[in-house]
């Protein structure tokens, strides 16, 4: 069946360095896939997506690409910030619209 | 934007009483909402899909009984713990799915609830 596996957390990161949160999933055919972001406190929110192979996603400096042949959606950011802090889900879409999600990347940024 | 609201954002009871979790589209209509529940380090299991009107469409392993979903609206679904017991204890998540307009098939989550159960 459909899966989402990410990478496991909490990833504690200085302000201004690089974020890589690995994303992989199993599906059949070619699911849509997202991320979602958690902040504390709040309900979950979408920050970008991907419908297709090769597809980017970008949203508040942080992209990700639909690699159709590692069937990975890895998020990136160049630079983050303390505001960033939060809790990222990978999630797909499958056949009958469920919305599969990963197991959560908690975010920790120090000033 | 599009607003859901999830009520109470947390709950404490005690064992073997009922529990009832509200999810309120705000400013839009949903024809379906979803309900997940979140284990610590877990990801967002969706328990079952809630469609107004009808009856809930239950995933595997759930039990209908315990969990009872009503949708009596297009902007009210309502989840409720039966006889709740300690491992009922979680973080349950409610979505809805915009029926028209600029919401259409776009997806808006609460904030979630945290049920502890002693």
């Known amino acids: 069946g459909n899966s989402v596996t990410q990478m496991e957390g909490p990833v504690t990161l200085s302000e201004e360095a690089f974020l890589t949160i690995n994303c992989t999933y199993t599906?059949?055919?070619?699911?849509?896939l997202f991320w979602y972001v958690q902040y504390p406190g709040e309900g979950l929110q979408l920050l970008l997506k991907?419908?297709?192979?090769?597809d980017k996603g970008s949203n508040k400096g942080f992209e990700a690409t639909y690699r159709k042949e590692t069937t990975s959606f890895h998020l990136e950011k160049g630079s983050v910030q303390v505001s960033d802090s939060a809790v990222y889900f990978c999630?797909?879409?499958?056949?009958?619209?469920?919305?599969?999600f990963g197991q959560g990347t908690e975010l920790s940024v120090k000033p | 934007g599009a607003v859901v609201s999830q009520h109470p954002s947390r709950v404490i009871c005690k064992s073997g009483t009922s529990v009832k979790i509200e999810c309120r589209s705000l400013d839009f209509q949903a024809t379906t909402m979803f309900w997940y529940r979140q284990f610590p380090k877990k990801s967002l299991m969706l328990m079952a899909t809630?469609?107004?009107?009808?009856?809930?469409?239950?995933e595997q392993g759930v039990e209908k009984d315990k969990f009872l979903i009503n949708h009596a609206s297009l902007t009210l679904s309502t989840l409720t713990v039966t006889s709740a017991h300690p491992e009922d204890s979680s973080f349950y998540i409610c979505?809805?799915?915009?029926?028209?307009?600029?919401?259409?098939?776009?997806?808006?989550f609460g904030s979630g609830t945290q049920l502890s159960v002693l």
């Open positions: 809630s469609n107004e009107g009808s009856k809930a469409t239950y």
């Open positions: 979505s809805a799915r915009g029926t028209g307009g600029a919401v259409r098939e776009k997806l808006f």
């Open positions: 999630a797909l879409i499958g056949r009958g619209g469920k919305l599969i």
């Open positions: 991907a419908t297709k192979a090769d």
């Open positions: 599906a059949t055919g070619y699911p849509s």
